[in-house]
């Protein structure tokens, strides 16, 4: 039990298709993150949101959409994917930049 | 541009043998840098972590080691098992200062 929930664990959607991923942490962090994980590729930061606030958006584009309506959750709304957004999507959360980041167990995610 | 790196990509270790697992980082800025351990199927989680203001940290088992003057950071493991089998990240805070970055990993394997 990390701390940090994420579901589905595994997802798998069609290019026209529209889905969520769901992260929840119980840590009582003020910080909450997103990365991809794909193979043979360092984890990828793709959002940071800091007391609610998207404070980061490290370039990704536009058919993924985060929503962090409260402190505790975080999601990752996702639409007309291409088969190369196929990874290991990791939520994480932190009480601040210097401290470390805890992490949850992933939706392994493939576009079909 | 940013970026951390390890020096090998895979480490093969006895069991009872000390492990040495190298990271060089680019971002000369960054007050602070953390290991992670990554097990299949699971999210990374925390080792340890040291800040810039010291070059040494201990903890159960493992020393984390930093060199600013080469951005050269290691994680030693003593007395390997076959539990320590994973793959191995160093991360160091990016540009922005808002969140951590990723090496690409080692991966270690343990025979016993």
């Known amino acids: 039990e990390t701390g940090v929930t994420q579901t589905p664990r595994h997802l798998v959607m069609g290019m026209t298709n529209k889905k969520s991923l769901k992260c929840e942490q119980h840590l009582g962090h003020n910080a909450m993150y997103w990365y991809k994980q794909s193979a043979k590729k360092p984890l990828e930061l793709m959002f940071v949101y800091s007391l609610e606030e998207r404070v980061e958006n490290n370039s990704v584009p536009s058919r993924f959409s985060p929503e962090c309506p409260n402190s505790s959750h975080l999601f990752l709304h996702l639409h007309t994917l291409q088969p190369e957004d196929s990874a290991l999507y990791l939520c994480?959360?932190?009480?601040?930049?210097?401290?470390?980041?805890?992490f949850g167990n992933g939706t392994r995610l493939t576009v079909t | 541009g940013e970026s951390v790196g390890l020096h090998l990509p895979t480490l093969s270790v006895q069991e009872g043998d000390n492990s040495i697992i190298n990271c060089a980082y680019s971002?000369?800025?960054?007050?602070?840098f953390i290991w992670y351990k990554q097990e299949s199927g699971k999210g990374p989680q925390f080792i340890i972590d040291?800040?810039?203001?010291?070059d040494k940290r201990q903890g159960q088992r493992v020393t984390v080691l930093l060199n600013k003057t080469v951005k050269h950071l290691s994680l030693q493991i003593a007395a390997t098992q076959p539990g320590d089998s994973a793959v191995y990240f160093c991360a160091e805070k990016d540009q922005a200062g808002t969140a951590l970055i990723f090496g690409k990993g080692t991966t270690l394997s343990v025979s016993s």
């Open positions: 971002n000369s800025a960054s007050d602070y």
């Open positions: 994480a959360s932190s009480q601040g930049p210097n401290s470390p980041l805890h």
């Open positions: 040291i800040r810039s203001n010291m």
